[in-house]
T-cell receptor, first 115, second 112 residues
Framework: AQSVAQPEDQVNVAEGNPLTVKCTYS??????LFWYVQYPNRGLQFLLK??????LVKGSYGFEAEFNKSQTSFHLKKPSALVSDSALYFC?????????????FGKGTKLSVKP | EAQVTQNPRYLITVTGKKLTVTCSQN?????MSWYRQDPGLGLRQIYY???????DKGDVPEGYKVSRKEKRNFPLILESPSPNQTSLYFC???????????FGDGTRLSIL
């Protein structure tokens, strides 16, 4: 079955330290990969995507993600965390099916950045 | 302002009473989708639509209906709601299916 895994329910980081939120996937074909962020009482906001090309993708708010095909991973990273980065982060994979495909989300990782 | 608008934002209702959650986007997007978010399960896709009059099932379509008569609107219909449909629902849209999605602010449904 096709799936997305975010192995950590929660990640705790001190402000100013680097952060990593992990994502691995299991899909057939060449997936499109996305990261979204959700703040309390809000919908999800797009951070970045990988479709093809350079394995290191840069996105909004200083976030970046590295696509690793051999490890089927797409980890989200930021060199220096801010308290305002505290939120719920979702990895998502679009599985090509026909002309569009559907979107599979991970269960989410809560990021907590302490001052 | 580009946005996806869902209504209502909150609804408490009873088992079996038909309800509709509306979703409208003003970005002329082709693709629209509905998700439900449950603790520990993340977001799961209910239905999606690639264009007007074209809809397809996501991963959890049972108990839901959708229609896409106009490009901007994609209502979610619960013909006979049950307590296991108590959840937080999100509508989303994108220009095409492989593009990043814009999400509404969510609709919290409680079915007693």
């Amino acid at each position: 079955a096709q799936s997305v895994a975010q192995p950590e329910d929660q990640v705790n980081v001190a402000e100013g330290n680097p952060l990593t939120v992990k994502c691995t996937y299991s899909v057939s074909g060449n997936p499109y990969l996305f990261w979204y962020v959700q703040y309390p009482n809000r919908g999800l906001q797009f951070l970045l995507k990988y479709i093809t090309g350079d394995n290191l993708v840069k996105g909004s708010y200083g976030f970046e993600a590295e696509f690793n095909k051999s490890q089927t991973s797409f980890h989200l990273k930021k060199p220096s965390a801010l308290v305002s980065d505290s939120a719920l982060y979702f990895c998502a994979v679009r599985v090509p099916r026909g002309s569009q495909g559907n979107l599979i989300f991970g269960k989410g990782t809560k990021l907590s950045v302490k001052p | 302002e580009a946005q996806v608008t869902q209504n209502p934002r909150y609804l408490i209702t009873v088992t079996g009473k038909k309800l509709t959650v509306t979703c409208s986007q003003n970005m002329n997007h082709e693709y629209m989708s509905w998700y439900r978010q449950d603790p520990g399960l993340g977001l799961r896709q209910i239905y999606y639509s690639m264009n007007v009059e074209v809809t397809d099932k996501g991963d959890v379509p049972e108990g839901y209906k959708v229609s896409r008569k106009e490009k901007r609107n994609f209502p979610l219909i619960l013909e006979s709601p049950s307590p296991n449909q108590t959840s937080l629902y999100f509508c989303a849209s994108s220009l095409f299916g492989n593009q990043p999605q814009h999400f509404g602010d969510g609709t919290r449904l409680s079915i007693l």
